[in-house]
């Protein structure tokens, strides 16, 4: 039997974060619990009154945030508030499926491109690896606005 999973981060301001992996990802903030959003409400203005109405003052209400795939398909990803910074290389990092079925220049076009979205976004790009036929299909690795490494791939 498999196991479901969720990625968390650790990061400085999860509010940020989580909203530079929704669009990176294709995700979605979820709403507050017992909370029925219309479509198209955002969720995140849900949560703050949601947080406003428990309470919880407004400088702790940004502690953690959480993003999900619409589908249900893709793991839950957390993002937890942390004092320290990031001091080295990630041990783990996201691969993001950007260019699905694509080959040599049309890949690494659709790769740059979703570069491009992701750079505006906050996103820095790193290094771009060309094709090497026949194990390298060619990716571009890139940080999130607090330096966690992914790779487009």
């Known amino acids: 039997m498999s196991r479901e999973v969720q990625f968390t981060f650790d990061a400085h301001d999860p509010k940020a974060l989580s909203i530079f992996w929704r669009?990176?990802?294709g995700y979605v903030h979820p709403g507050p619990?017992?909370?029925e959003l219309p479509e198209g409400?955002?969720?995140l203005a849900a949560w703050e009154e949601f947080l406003a109405r428990l309470g919880v003052p407004p400088e702790q209400r940004n502690?953690?945030?959480a993003i999900e795939d619409p589908d249900g398909?893709?793991?839950r990803v957390f993002f937890q508030q942390v004092?320290?910074?990031k001091v080295a290389k990630n041990r783990v990092h996201l691969d993001v499926r950007a260019a699905p079925g694509l080959r040599g220049e049309e890949r690494m076009a659709a790769l740059e491109a979703e570069c491009a979205r992701l750079v505006?976004?906050?996103g820095t790009r790193v290094l771009?690896?060309?094709p090497e036929p026949p194990m390298g299909a060619g990716h571009i690795v890139m940080t999130d606005p607090e330096g966690n490494e992914f790779c487009l791939d």
Do not use: I, K, N, Q
């Open 23 to 25: 669009a990176a990802l």
């Open 33 to 35: 619990p017992g909370v």
């Open 41 to 43: 409400a955002d969720a």
């Open 63 to 65: 502690t953690r945030s």
């Open 73 to 75: 398909r893709g793991p």
């Open 83 to 85: 004092p320290e910074g």
């Open 120 to 122: 505006e976004l906050g």
């Open 128 to 130: 771009r690896h060309d």
